[in-house]
C-alpha cells in the first residue's frame, strides 16, 4: 500500500468551508427575519468559494482538476458493473463526480438566483434593481420553492452514499476529505500541496471574495440587501 496525496489542503479548506456555509444558509432560510442578514453572509461565502473552485478546478491540484472528474456515460456504466481501471477510484469515482457535479451546479443556480431574489419585504439581492422584472420573479420563485429543496436532496444524497459506500466494505472517504491522503494500492500521481500551491489558492480566494465584494456593491443598496 502507498500513501498518496488525493486532496490537497485549499480543496478540503474548500469542502468544509462550503458544507458549514450551505447549513448556514438553509438554517437561516428557515427561521427568516434577522437572520436573513447572516441567509446573505453565507451566500457571499458560497459564492467566493464556488468562483474559487471554479479557478481550482483549473488550475489546482492534480485530483481537484475537472478533467480529472468529467466521465462520460460509458466510465459510469463500466464503474457501476466493477469494471472501472483503478485509477478511476482515486479521485472522485465516476459515480461520485455526478454528485459533485450536481452540488456545484445547483448551488451556482442557487446563490446565483438569490442575487436575484426579492422577498417584497425586507431583504432582496443586489442584482434586483439591475435586471427586468420577470427575471426577478422567476429567480425567487426558484430560490424559494425549488432550488432550496434540491440544495436539501443532493446534500442528503452525498452523506447518504458516503455512509453506504463505508457500510459496503469500501475504504473510507471522509478521512482523506480530513487528512488529504489515500492508501492505495497501485501507484498513483499525487496532488501538489505545497507552499507555492496553497499561496496560489489564498490569492485566488482573494480574487474570489474581491469579486463578489463587487457583485454585491452594484446595486444602490451598497450591498447589504435591505429595503
Ligand atoms: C452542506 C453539506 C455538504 C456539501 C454542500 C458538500 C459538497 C461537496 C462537494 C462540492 C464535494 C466535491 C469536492 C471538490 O472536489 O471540490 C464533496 C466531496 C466530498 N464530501 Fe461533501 N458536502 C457536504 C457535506 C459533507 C459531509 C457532512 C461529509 C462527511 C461527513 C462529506 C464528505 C465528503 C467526501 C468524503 C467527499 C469526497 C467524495 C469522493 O471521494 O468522491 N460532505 N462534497
Given amino acids: ?130 435586471v427586468a422584472g420577470e427575471w426577478v420573479s422567476t429567480a425567487t420563485r426558484w430560490h424559494k420553492n425549488i432550488g432550496q429543496w434540491l440544495v436539501l436532496g443532493l446534500v442528503a444524497l452525498h452523506v447518504t452514499a458516503l455512509v453506504v459506500y463505508r457500510l459496503r466494505g469500501h475504504p473510507p472517504l471522509v478521512t482523506p476529505m480530513l487528512t488529504g491522503d489515500k492508501l492505495l494500492e497501485a501507484p498513483a500521481p499525487a496532488s501538489r500541496d505545497d507552499a507555492v500551491t496553497r499561496t496560489l489558492a489564498l490569492a485566488l480566494l482573494i480574487a474570489a471574495g474581491l469579486a463578489v465584494t463587487w457583485v454585491f456593491g452594484l446595486s444602490a443598496a451598497g450591498g447589504s440587501g435591505v429595503y
Fill in 1 to 130: 500500500m502507498q500513501r498518496v496525496r488525493v486532496w490537497d489542503l485549499p480543496t478540503r479548506l474548500f469542502h468544509w468551508l462550503l458544507a458549514l456555509s450551505v447549513l448556514g444558509l438553509l438554517i437561516t432560510g428557515q427561521i427568516g427575519g434577522n437572520a436573513m442578514n447572516w441567509h446573505i453572509r453565507f451566500g457571499q461565502a458560497v459564492l467566493a468559494l464556488l468562483v474559487w473552485r471554479m479557478a481550482w478546478g483549473l488550475v489546482g491540484g492534480h485530483w481537484s482538476r475537472f478533467v480529472r472528474f468529467l466521465y462520460g456515460p460509458s466510465a459510469v456504466l463500466a464503474y457501476l458493473r466493477g469494471r472501472s481501471p483503478a485509477l478511476h477510484s482515486v479521485g472522485h469515482s465516476p459515480l461520485g463526480a455526478l454528485s459533485v457535479w450536481a452540488i456545484l451546479l445547483v448551488l451556482a443556480a442557487q446563490v446565483g438566483s438569490g442575487l436575484m431574489t426579492d422577498d417584497e419585504i425586507a431583504f432582496f439581492g443586489p442584482l434586483v434593481p439591475l
